[in-house]
């Protein structure tokens, strides 16, 4: 039972909760005219009103209800302790004693086994069971995990110089290609080392990829070959390398300049897109002067038997200071057919000379007319960003 004399704390108006609030005689007894001059009430309450501490913290009412401090807190008769059993330990990382049935926390909650080096992390498994099923992991010699391996057939044959991978769909839709003896018309299909994969009957294999800049020269047809008899870029290119290599786009048979030839037919695929746009820079000589209301019309554009088309750059070439309104340097990104000398024929004007001196970053520094050089690791690496 609390002393009549002593008091609660300052600024608890409402009293605590408890049995404080069950008696009457455990209110502070104020009397008629208020708290008496100099008692511990009002006093507490000037002593709060300037920071000071309380005359009376340690009262009986204080150790009933529950003491607050900013250090800590505690309350006695909700049973929670506050200061830790002198006979017990409760380190974080040697303790063995700590038990999870203290906290009434179940046993599936127990704290882990003492570990003299302190808590480590558990090896990983290979291998775990969910629902009564073992999901192995990818070292282990898995049918479904070889599947993902080796390499898609539309690209098997594509390294194989044959075609383009888009082309390659095709023929196997259409049952050209066989796998170890079966037709097969599955488009994702990979193929695994040591498989036989064979194209219209003959045995394909991967080719080491192989990429050449020919600076063409005049009189010579871009194609594979000719039923006339006529020259070809593949003349040029016969002693090259091994491997068999196809030119990437086209250039006329009197047109000259930079020609691309690769076995990687995914590369001349996208670089042949009319979605991609390669750059192209060509030097154009005219049979007389061009003139600057015909030049000013190209740059903004002129409509063809085509359609419309517009050249990226238009511009005279300037020599020695001078100049050469009869040398045209041009920029277009169109890969559409005699694009350059039909729209200088649509003036009235014909070229006499084209020369395709820049192909998708690529120059003809260095390279002699009618001679060609493999492209450096940087010169690849640039094609297939673009």
């Known amino acids: 039972m609390r002393k009549n004399n002593s008091s609660p704390k300052s600024g608890d108006s409402r009293g605590a909760k408890g049995k404080r609030g069950n008696s009457a005689s455990d209110k502070p007894n104020l009397g008629k005219g208020g708290p008496k001059k100099g008692s511990t009430f009002t006093e507490n309450r000037k002593n709060v009103a300037k920071g000071k501490k309380l005359n009376s913290p340690n009262t009986e009412f204080g150790k009933e209800e529950g003491t607050f401090s900013k250090k800590k807190f505690s309350n006695n008769e909700r049973g929670f302790k ?141 194609s594979m070959s000719d039923d006339r008899g006529r020259k070809t870029v593949m003349n040029l290119i016969k002693d090259a390398c091994k491997e068999r290599v196809f030119p990437v786009g086209r250039l006329d048979r009197n047109t000259m300049g930079l020609l691309l030839f690769t076995n990687d037919g995914e590369l001349a695929d996208k670089l042949m897109h009319p979605r991609k746009s390669i750059k192209k820079i060509y030097m154009a000589e005219l049979n007389k002067n061009l003139k600057e209301e015909h030049i000013d019309a190209l740059r903004n554009g002129i409509m063809l038997e085509d359609g419309f088309f517009k050249p990226d750059v238009v511009e005279y070439v300037v020599e020695k200071g001078k100049i050469e309104k009869a040398k045209i340097g041009v920029e277009i990104h169109s890969g559409r057919n005699r694009i350059v000398r039909r729209m200088f024929e649509h003036f009235g004007y014909q070229v006499v000379k084209l020369d395709r001196v820049m192909y998708g970053g690529l120059t003809k520094k260095n390279l002699l007319r009618g001679k060609w050089r493999f492209l450096t690791d940087s010169e690849i690496a640039h094609l297939k960003m673009l």
């Open 82 to 222: 506050t200061k830790p059993d002198a006979n017990k330990s409760y380190s974080k990382f040697k303790s063995s004693k700590l038990k999870s049935e203290e906290f009434n926390l179940g046993a599936e909650f127990a704290a882990p086994r003492e570990n003299k080096g302190g808590f480590k992390r558990r090896p990983l498994k290979k291998s775990r069971e969910f629902d009564g099923t073992t999901a192995k992991t990818a070292s282990t010699k898995n049918p479904s995990v070889l599947a993902e391996s080796g390499i898609r057939l539309n690209k098997f044959i594509a390294n194989s110089g044959i075609c383009s991978r888009r082309e390659a769909d095709v023929f196997i839709e259409q049952g050209v290609v066989k796998v170890n003896g079966t037709i097969v018309t599955e488009l994702g299909y990979r193929v695994q080392p040591g498989d036989d994969v064979q194209f219209d009957g003959k045995h394909i294999r991967p080719e080491k990829p192989v990429y050449l800049l020919l600076n063409k020269p005049k009189d010579y047809l871009t």
